[in-house]
């Protein structure tokens, strides 16, 4: 009996070491499986976080080329506008809007002297006299203006530094290229009212404002 007891625990031992056996190898089965799939999302990550990268890159440069070429569009639209606002405003005198570089308009530009008749160009715009520069500054804003017109424009004392004959100048061209906008110039000369449409007299009596 004793014999059989034995044999009876031996076998019950190696059923035991059996199933802890077959538990080690679905355990380590299990593992592998989850460290595969673990993985795998991973990796999908992986991939579509490159994807995601890559086509941001594609869009920045496609953008950046199309940004390039309007901004290109513009420059020169404002280059022509600036030529013939100042030839307007200056007469005997031609002035050109450049880039710094020509490779990279975000460098900047800078405006250049031509004279009209002068074998000389892209001389300083130092050689203006003070009333002058006034218009080249003038013909550069009244050229971003007219880029986009507004219905409305306020000019608070554009004329104020200008003598008498370039005042004349600067009322005649708001008159002439500010048609179909309203204009409101606040003006202490007789050139700038004298080309207006409507008069408004504006005084402090009393320390208050009357019209």
């Given at each position: 009996?004793?014999?059989?007891?034995?044999?009876?625990?031996?076998?019950?031992?190696?059923?035991?070491?059996?199933?802890?056996?077959?538990?080690?190898?679905?355990?380590?089965?299990?593992?592998?499986?989850?460290?595969?799939?673990?993985?795998?999302?991973?990796?999908?990550?992986?991939e579509?976080?490159?994807?995601?990268?890559?086509?941001?890159?594609?869009?920045?440069?496609?953008?950046?080329?199309?940004?390039?070429?309007r901004?290109?569009?513009?420059?020169?639209?404002?280059?022509?506008?600036?030529?013939?606002?100042?030839?307007?405003?200056?007469?005997?005198?031609?002035?050109?809007?450049?880039?710094?570089?020509?490779?990279?308009?975000?460098?900047?530009?800078?405006?250049?002297?031509?004279?009209?008749?002068?074998s000389?160009?892209?001389?300083?715009?130092?050689?203006?006299?003070?009333?002058?520069?006034?218009?080249?500054?003038?013909?550069?804003?009244?050229?971003?203006?007219?880029?986009?017109?507004?219905?409305?424009?306020?000019?608070?004392?554009?004329?104020?530094?200008?003598?008498?004959?370039?005042?004349?100048?600067?009322?005649k061209?708001?008159?002439?290229?500010?048609?179909?906008?309203?204009?409101?110039?606040?003006?202490?000369?007789?050139?700038?009212?004298?080309?207006?449409?409507?008069l408004?007299n504006?005084?402090?009596?009393?320390?208050?404002?009357?019209?």
């Open positions: 009996m004793q014999g059989i007891g034995n044999q009876h625990t031996r076998l019950k031992m190696k059923l035991v070491y059996n199933n802890d056996k077959k538990c080690t190898v679905a355990f380590l089965k299990s593992s592998i499986s989850r460290e595969r799939k673990e993985y795998l999302d991973l990796r999908l990550k992986f579509n976080v490159t994807s995601a990268i890559k086509q941001l890159s594609n869009g920045i440069i496609s953008i950046s080329s199309v940004i390039r070429l901004l290109s569009n513009t420059f020169q639209n404002v280059r022509t506008r600036v030529r013939t606002y100042f030839n307007d405003l200056v007469p005997n005198k031609q002035c050109d809007l450049i880039q710094i570089d020509s490779n990279d308009l975000s460098l900047g530009v800078k405006f250049v002297l031509v004279e009209t008749n002068a000389v160009s892209n001389s300083s715009i130092s050689e203006l006299s003070g009333g002058q520069k006034g218009l080249l500054s003038l013909s550069f804003v009244f050229s971003l203006c007219s880029l986009k017109p507004s219905p409305l424009y306020l000019l608070d004392e554009v004329d104020a530094a200008l003598d008498e004959g370039n005042q004349e100048m600067v009322a061209v708001i008159a002439k290229f500010f048609q179909h906008s309203q204009v409101f110039c606040v003006s202490h000369h007789t050139a700038m009212q004298l080309h207006s449409d409507l408004i504006v005084q402090i009596k009393n320390g208050k404002t009357v019209i």
